[in-house]
């Protein structure tokens, strides 16, 4: 998919920062993006599965809300690439519908909230990741319990570690030393997500069930391109009912949950983390945009790659360098949304796009 170019007016602030920001070795694509702000685009994700017709009005009102929430900090904010995908996770990690993050603790109907989900010890971890497309920065966490919003503290190991991923209780110390507020974990386990975990006792049915016909939650995730040029990816997730204590997926994992480089584009997956893992599904979309694809067309053929290689499922939203971009998944539904150009795209089944224009 392409928005259209649309052309806007530059204000000092925009001014201000093309002039600071531009650089000689900057190519004429990035060029062309500090001039012109308008070009800023945002593509959000909330899981690809079979979401139930209960949970479609919420899940769309959800992806919606994200993106237009990230694509104002681009467009009138003057924010990046990174803080537009924090801010998009962020909402949707903060959203009741979504399988990321914590919330409902102030619910009076905590049976009608939803969330991260059970292990099969009963408690919630917790993976999320981000990667900076300009520098291949990334930091990621996983297993990480009691924190609200994973996808700030990946952010907080990319901007103020040495590494690229800390795990368990190492990210818990570190989130403790940044005076990261923790929750308990009583507050963190809803009905709903008490109720799934009694259903399926062992992974294996809750995967093979889960993504055909039943009701699951699945990752959330964001690309951006802001108006320098740059990309970024993040990608936010609490896995798979009854996993075992400790089992990592794909969200975390840099190629697999989400790829970032501002020579190519930006992904954010989601789906079966050990099948997206098996075929590396975020570059191998990346690769295949490389080879002259486009978003749309890479995301499609990586997706079936891997339904034929592996019997794995899932989907992606992609974006390209020039502001192309794609949302695209081998599951019943997907609920996605877009911002560019002064339009806002989304849609849930494959293949559905609606378009209103951007209040």
């Known amino acids: 998919m392409q928005a259209p170019p649309k052309e806007s007016g530059r204000d000092e602030k925009s001014q201000a920062a093309e002039k600071m920001n531009d650089d000689d070795d ?3 694509e990035t060029r062309r993006r500090r001039r012109n702000p308008g070009l800023a685009v945002v593509v959000v994700h909330g899981g690809a599965w079979a979401i139930p017709d209960d949970l479609a009005e919420a899940s769309m009102a959800g992806v919606k809300g994200a993106a237009v929430r990230a694509h104002e900090l681009l467009s009138r904010g003057g924010g990046s690439a990174l803080d537009a995908v924090e801010v998009a996770v962020k909402a949707l990690e903060d959203d009741a519908a979504f399988d990321a993050g914590l919330r409902c603790r102030h619910s009076p109907s905590l049976a009608l909230c939803h969330g991260s989900v059970l292990t099969e010890a009963g408690e ?5 990741l981000m990667m900076d497309g300009r520098t291949l920065r ?9 924190v609200a919003n994973p996808v700030s503290l990946a952010r907080a190991v990319m901007e103020k570690t040495e590494h690229a991923m800390l795990t368990a209780a190492g990210a818990a110390r570190f989130a403790e030393a940044l005076g990261v507020a923790r ?3 009583r507050e963190l386990v809803t009905e709903a997500a008490r109720s799934e975990w009694e259903r399926y006792r062992r992974y294996r049915h809750a995967v093979r069930a889960l993504f055909s016909s039943e009701r699951v939650h699945d990752t959330v ?5 802001d108006a320098r040029g740059d990309v970024a990816c993040a990608t936010s997730t609490g896995g798979i009912t009854n996993k075992m204590p400790g089992r990592v997926g794909d969200s975390p994992i840099v190629g697999c949950g989400g790829y ?3 020579a190519v584009g930006a992904v954010s997956t989601t789906g079966h983390g050990e099948s997206i893992m098996k075929v590396t599904l975020a570059r191998l979309i990346l690769f295949h945009m490389e080879a002259g694809k486009s978003p749309d067309e890479a995301t499609t053929l990586a997706l079936s790659h891997m339904r034929d290689r592996v019997g794995g499922h899932g989907g992606a939203v ?5 502001g192309r971009w794609g ?12 911002v560019a150009a002064g339009s806002l795209y989304y849609g849930l089944q494959p293949g559905e796009v609606h378009i209103e224009p951007l209040q």
Request: glycine share 8%; hydrophobic share 45%; net charge negative.
């Open 26 to 28: 900057d190519d004429d």
């Open 124 to 128: 919630v971890e917790m993976d999320a």
């Open 138 to 146: 990334l930091g990621s966490v996983s297993c990480v319990q009691g």
């Open 183 to 185: 929750v308990p974990q």
């Open 221 to 225: 995730g964001a690309v951006a391109l």
């Open 260 to 262: 970032a480089d501002n």
């Open 318 to 322: 992609v974006l390209g360098r020039d």
């Open 327 to 338: 949302a695209r998944c081998s599951t019943e539904r997907m609920a996605w949304a877009a």
